[in-house]
T-cell receptor
Framework: GAVVSQHPSRVICKSGTSVKIECRSLDFQATTMFWYRQFPKQSLMLMATSNEGSKATYEQGVEKDKFLINHASLTLSTLTVTSAHPEDSSFYIC??????????????FGQGTRLTVV | LAKTTQPISMDSYEGQEVNITCSHN???????ITWYQQFPSQGPRFIIQ???TKVTNEVASLFIPADRKSSTLSLPRVSLSDTAVYYC????????????FGTGTRLQVTL
């Protein structure tokens, strides 16, 4: 089945630095990927929709200048948390759908990235 | 986007059957019903998907009534390793529409 790989699985960074998280679709092309954020014991909250070759669409309340999304190819989307602060510490998850596959309604999720800002 | 409503939490003993019901009153004709399982610090994992009636796989069964305004995920003989959060989502077919997660149901299985 289709696989979405996310890297790194966990990262610790200092306040004020930037962190990049990669999301790859391993065996299918994803024109659209999604980035979620999840706080402890809460549900996934959609942050933005990443579109290959165009600007990302951000959900209300999500700062686009802080969470930079780049979707330069059909298999890779990146989320960069800029000038990270402790309140950015969270679990970040990416997702993609294989619209060309048989189960084109199935969304595949990455393993998640645990970001800790100290 | 169809909104889903499901119980916040459920408890079960090992070996019992667990049924989690989800309401999706505004489901559209081209929407599929999909259930995901999530363990702590992991991304959601696909469990089962259906459009109507009953679907069964090696992990679970999914029951969908004729009006499709609700669905029930059935987990036979749960074990401790089934302790997780279960999310019901309504997914439109053929488009890259964003998926919005509801609260999910936190299932706790004990001995």
């Amino acid at each position: 089945g289709a696989v979405v790989s996310q890297h790194p699985s966990r990262v610790i960074c200092k306040s004020g630095t930037s962190v990049k998280i990669e999301c790859r679709s391993l065996d299918f092309q994803a024109t659209t990927m999604f980035w979620y954020r999840q706080f402890p014991k809460q549900s996934l909250m959609l942050m933005a929709t990443s579109n290959e070759g165009s600007k990302a669409t951000y959900e209300q309340g999500v700062e686009k200048d802080k969470f930079l999304i780049n979707h330069a190819s059909l298999t890779l989307s990146t989320l960069t948390v800029t000038s990270a602060h402790p309140e950015d510490s969270s679990f970040y998850i990416c997702s993609a759908r294989d619209l060309g596959g048989q189960m084109n309604t199935e969304a595949f999720f990455g393993q998640g990235t645990r970001l800790t800002v100290v | 986007l169809a909104k889903t409503t499901q119980p916040i939490s459920m408890d079960s003993y090992e070996g019992q059957e667990v049924n989690i019901t989800c309401s999706h009153n505004n489901i559209a004709t081209n929407d599929y019903i999909t259930w995901y399982q999530q363990f702590p610090s992991q991304g959601p994992r696909f469990i089962i998907q259906g459009y109507k009636t009953k679907v069964t796989n090696e992990v679970a069964s999914l029951f969908i009534p004729a009006d499709r305004k609700s669905s029930t995920l059935s987990l036979p003989r749960v074990s401790l390793s089934d302790t997780a959060v279960y999310y019901c989502l309504v997914v439109p077919t053929g488009t890259a529409s964003k998926l919005t997660f509801g609260t999910g149901t936190r299932l706790q299985v004990t001995l």
